[in-house]
């Protein structure tokens, strides 16, 4: 090889490496069973028995996105089986869109508790719970819903109460900060695309960081 042309060489090589790996590599995602290592880390934090879904029924779904941080991430849910090739078809929107999320840990990090998920401002979608303060079973029970960035996106109940409490000072939507969800915006649409509703457009609370397949 010519001189010249192994210095060119050598300037591409040079300004590949000069780019962030987080930056060079893209979307990608990964749909698979329960391993019978995560069953067994499931069982009796976010599954457990009388559950309205069987492990058998879920699927773990691996996506990379985008962290408030601007580094790629790995992120994990577990969804019902029916759900897991329409998350990945959202995350790649999400990804597209440079969408930020704060982190995506199974709900059993967080020993199956809601409302210490929702306080570390953690995305999540199965949990064999019911409606909070019902008998209910909540669509989340199901691997039918998800909830993103709780604290950006928090739920406001009729009386004005906010939850989790860190998230308060976003219960004002006229705000426009990282990883929050809006009315019509790309990330609400790339669910519908799915055929998911979000708990935004509830008409008394509402549940901002809440899609689910029922919409409720």
């Known amino acids: 090889m010519r001189r010249s042309g192994l210095l060119a060489l050598c300037f591409l090589i040079t300004a590949a490496l000069a780019v962030p790996a987080s930056s060079r590599a893209g979307f990608s995602s990964d749909i698979s069973r329960i391993s019978e290592r995560l069953e067994q880390r499931m069982r009796g934090k976010s599954w457990h028995r009388g559950c309205p879904v069987p492990i058998r029924n879920l699927r773990l779904v691996k996506v990379a996105f985008h962290g408030f941080d601007g580094e790629r991430h790995l992120g994990k849910l577990v969804v019902h089986k029916d759900a897991a ?26 020993d199956g508790s809601d409302r210490k998920s929702m306080r570390a401002d953690n995305t999540s979608a199965f949990n064999c719970r019911t409606v909070a303060g019902t008998d209910t079973w909540s669509q989340h029970a199901y691997g039918r819903a998800i909830d993103i960035n709780p604290v950006e996106n928090p739920y406001v109940a009729g009386d004005g109460s906010v939850s989790p409490k860190r998230g308060t000072e976003y219960a004002d939507r006229s ?3 990282k990883g929050m969800i809006h009315a019509d915006d790309s990330t609400v649409r790339a669910f519908e695309g799915v055929g998911w509703g979000w708990g935004g457009y509830w008409s008394s609370s509402k549940d901002y960081q809440h899609f689910s397949a029922t919409g409720t």
Do not use: E, P
């Not at 078809?89 to 967080?110: A, C, E, G, H, Q």
């Open 85 to 110: 090739a329409d998350m990945v078809t959202v995350f790649r929107k999400l990804w597209r869109k440079n969408f930020k999320i704060r982190k995506m840990y199974l709900v059993d990090r967080y």
């Open 175 to 177: 705000l426009n900060r």
